[in-house]
DNA sequence: GCACTCGGTTATTAACATCA
DNA sequence: TGATGTTAATAACCGAGTGC
């Protein structure tokens, strides 16, 4: 595999390779996350002794928080092993407004490089709809990158006995941002709806007409359209992250690729 | 008849605007 | 100035329709 300057040094800059560099590297941090962070910072006791929150305004905002908390690690990890290899090089910095994207991986002058934007979705939420709704035309194709993680709680263990839980992230994948996007407005155009600089309509057919999107775009599983998920032509972005989703979808309360044969 | 799909609704927060 | 209203953003859940 070549090394990140060459990849990056190339006069025309290859995302897909890019994203592919990136995710060796994310697998190392999410094994170091796992193995120390998670468990370390993020362990709590067991449901019955310290229960989650079962409100649904709660558990959006715990699982938002837990997100937050995950990419904090996660970077950071990343990070190092780039300071590991490179030196001081190049630096992975968060986006400090709320903002597209999360992160900024910039040279040792700090001009930009890439972009990251980062969603955590937990397997037990209902419908994992944190949602990559970032308008069309607002991404760069040459340097923006999605990058997905699905965690779980897992039981944490002492001498035998299980004293705890911590979110284990068990699925984790950077891809070209655009070619998502892509595969996300061919469903956008299969369901009739359409978009208009960086808003989006869908169209209603109670109200017979287009109306904005009430927040539904973007959801990961409303990426690839059902009728596309065994097409021919799906990109090798897309069939990624299609491998992302069902990983999920194995820990997840529904069945939505019909790969589990009994519920677990 | 179950489980999924997909447009839609709701809860909550924060920023900002408007009104008495 | 303080109370109230509006809007935007996020991610939960809802429910009618659909397919097996």
Avoid: C
């Avoid at 996350?33 to 998670?38: E, K, M």
């Avoid at 067991?46 to 995950?70: C, N, W």
């Avoid at 937990?122 to 607002?138: K, M, N, V, W, Y």
């Amino acid at each position: 595999m070549p090394t990140l300057p060459e990849l990056l040094s190339q006069s025309k800059s290859d995302i897909e390779e890019i994203s592919e560099y990136f995710n060796e590297l994310l697998a190392e941090s999410i094994q170091r996350v796992n193995a120390n962070f998670s468990p370390q910072r993020l362990s709590k006791r067991t449901r019955q002794v310290e229960p989650l929150p079962t409100d649904k305004r709660q558990l959006s905002s715990y699982r938002t928080r837990i997100g937050t908390m995950l990419e904090y690690a996660l970077s950071t990890e990343m990070n190092a092993i780039i300071k590991e290899r490179y030196g001081a090089k190049y630096l992975l910095t968060f986006a400090t407004a709320h903002e597209y994207p999360d992160f900024y991986f910039r040279d040792d002058t700090l001009t930009l490089l890439l972009r990251i934007e980062m969603k955590a979705v937990d397997a037990e939420s209902d419908e994992q709809a944190a949602r990559f709704s970032t308008p069309t035309i607002l991404i760069d194709a040459d340097k923006d990158m999605l990058l997905l993680i699905g965690w779980r709680w897992q039981d944490l263990e002492q001498d035998g006995e299980i004293i705890g839980e911590f979110p284990y992230i068990f699925a984790g994948v950077i891809l070209s941002a655009s070619e998502i996007a892509k595969e996300r407005d061919v469903r956008l155009e299969i369901t009739k709806g359409k978009i208009e600089g960086e808003k989006v309509l869908v169209y209603s057919e109670k109200k017979r007409e287009f109306v904005p999107d009430p927040g539904n775009y973007g959801k990961l599983w409303r990426i690839i359209h059902r009728t596309r998920l065994n097409a021919e032509d799906l990109s090798d972005t897309i069939r990624k992250f299609k491998h992302f989703l069902e990983a999920v979808d194995e820990y997840s309360p529904r069945n939505r690729l019909g790969n589990k044969d009994d519920e677990n």
